[in-house]
């Protein structure tokens, strides 16, 4: 879904995912309800001096405006207690990309996460202590406010309770919120990186189905795609640490393939011969002595039968690829190459074409680490 970037903070873009726009009514009409209002009454009764009575807010308007105020100052918030991640991130030189607010809450991209241990601890409990901080703040400011007040009452005890919950669920041992990157840090203290990814997102994933079974038997859809969230994200995180583990070490020239190859004046025909011998889907394209780029077998679909003896390599030649040094790391050019949305990419040295890589190297190296370690 698409983003709007409505502002900066430390030069991090803020941006509002459409979700929420859909979103935020929903939640401000939940919130107004008679029935959540009496609840957030009675806890807002224990943190002010004075009494609210529920049924001052039935009155005209009242409902929408703290329904109103109460989400978007929950989403204001969630930006605060990612804000407070990207700070501690900063403080060990790590930038963040952007703050991204969406249905489900908020998300720091951060450029890359530390793997020491005490670093990935304090980032991931910046957030929830920065909650735990604007909570203070919130009850504090409710004790100055008049009882003539009655919507700003409401409003600043609602933000107060609301940032502790806050603070609690993100502690929740369920990677990759809070709380999992808190249980992975701990566990990396005493077992490789990888391995603690692996338990921290294991954990993560029974709490994702236990989100989701109380989201079917409540009939809450939060919960439920809370619970899909996570399981998503869990399982994605564990696959992403566990391929850069794999090709540690690994550079661009060790994958890269420069044979076999074709020559751009061939048939098409002489092309399916060359790819099943090779056992390739892609094979190089030369002309002369030079790589001009990369011809795969779903170009073959696009030629009549007839046309396979007089078509020549170079109508079905691919050039415009991503390009790679040859020196980059392997994980850093598999990332480069998936947010380019390729399958392959020419690989240079010197300013000269000298092969490419493509998934299927991506996927043999992995086969082979994978063969040769233990995780």
Known sequence: MRNLTIGSVWGIPIRLNVSLLVFLPILAWLLGSGEQIGVYVGVINGLWPGSLDPATFQVGARSW?????????LFVSVAVHELGHAWAALRYGIRTESITLWLLGGLA????MPKEWN????IALAGPATSLLLAGLFALALQAVPAGAP????????LAVVNVVLAAFNLL??????????LRALLARKRPYASATHVAARVGTLFALAFVLLGVLSLQIVLLLVGLFIYVAATSESRTVLTEELLEGLTVRMLATTEPSVDVDEPASQLLDRLLSARRTDLLV??????????????????????????PVSALVATDLPRLDADLGAFDALVAMNQAGGDVALVEEAGRVVGAISAEDFAAALALQRGTREF
Request: proline share 5%.
């Open 109 to 112: 991209s951060l450029e890359s």
């Open 65 to 73: 405006t703290i329904g109103l105020l109460g989400a978007a100052g």
């Open 173 to 182: 041992p369920a990677f990759p919120m809070d709380g999992g990157r808190v």
């Open 119 to 122: 670093r990935e601890l304090w």
């Open 151 to 158: 919507v700003v009452i409401f409003t600043l005890g609602f």
């Open 286 to 311: 030369r002309d002369g002595e030079a790589i001009v780029g990369v011809v795969r077998a779903g170009a073959l679909r696009q030629l009549a039968p007839a046309e396979f003896e007089s078509t």
